[in-house]
């Protein structure tokens, strides 16, 4: 699913507080159980934890489907890819193949319930593995069914911004769907414009994305808290949102 450009420009200012927060905690866990710092970000987006990671003194590689959203991950860190710090690249995380292997791996803000289906997850996985050193760390978040069955309507209104994000589950068709939109001040002129997205959650249940991940070759894969990455989550279907660590 591609996030277009309007979305994208709100999203690098309004919509980073989730990267923004975790990243520490993903950081803390990588530094504890490795001392190789470098990591792809699956999915980056606008990049707000690649630029965190770089400013810990990590190679960064960014790969992200949209265009759009790698413009303001670009932005972000462009002095880090001067210095050959960092790179980003328009791919797919089903496809992508960099022809090399990293340490770490993460995808955050349940980038990969953006995935289609089970069959896409699975691609996905056999990607990330094949991209995967010896003993390396695959991180990532995913709504679950729980989570994503809150429908509702959040509305923000700020200085800049007004915005709305409408949630519907819809169970039958193994998705939950949100429409954001709204009206977001220019930078330099006074100015607003409308942005209108409709970004979709396809529901996995974690017992399949454990199996899922065990066929690609993963050893040991674990169920982690939102909160804190240390702590196992032992019945991830009751939790809204859950963290994945899958080694190889
Ligand atoms: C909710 S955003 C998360 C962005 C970032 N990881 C963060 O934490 O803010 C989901 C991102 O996944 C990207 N995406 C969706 N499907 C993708 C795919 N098949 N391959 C690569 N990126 C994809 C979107 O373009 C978007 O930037």
């Known amino acids: 699913m591609n996030y ?4 994208a420009d709100v999203y690098s200012k309004h919509l980073i507080h989730f ?8 950081y803390k866990y990588i530094s504890t159980k490795s001392n190789k710092k470098e990591v792809l970000d699956l999915c980056c987006g606008t990049g707000q934890l ?7 003194d990590f ?11 790698l413009y303001h991950a670009k932005e972000l860190s462009k002095q880090f890819i001067e210095k050959g710090k960092a790179e ?9 193949s960099l022809n090399k292997k990293f340490p770490n791996i993460v995808s955050t803000y349940d980038a990969l319930n953006h995935l289609e289906d089970e069959q896409s997850l699975i691609q996905c996985f056999q990607q990330v593995y094949e991209h995967l050193e010896d003993d390396g760390i695959f991180i990532f978040d995913l709504n679950t069914k729980l989570g994503l069955s809150k429908g509702g309507t959040f509305i923000r209104e700020e200085e800049t911004l007004f915005s709305v994000a409408q949630s519907m589950f819809e169970p039958l068709r193994n998705k939950a769907f949100t429409r954001y939109y709204g009206f977001v001040k220019n930078d330099d002129s006074p100015d607003y414009y409308k ?3 409709v970004i979709y959650n396809t529901i996995f249940k974690m017992e399949d994305v454990r199996e899922y991940l065990y066929n690609a070759g993963f050893g040991s894969v674990e169920f ?6 240390f702590k196992i989550v032992e019945e991830p ?3 809204e949102r859950v963290f994945i660590i899958a080694t190889k």
Request: proline share 2%; net charge negative.
């Open 224 to 229: 982690a808290h939102l909160n804190n990455l």
């Open 50 to 56: 690649a630029y965190y990671f770089l400013t810990k």
């Open 195 to 197: 942005y209108d997205e």
């Open 237 to 239: 279907e009751s939790e």
């Open 4 to 7: 277009g450009k309007s979305f």
């Open 59 to 69: 190679q960064v590689t960014g790969i992200d489907i949209s265009n759009d959203m």
């Open 88 to 96: 980003f690249y328009n791919d797919d995380a089903r496809y992508f």
């Open 19 to 26: 990267s923004v927060q975790i990243a520490p905690r993903i």
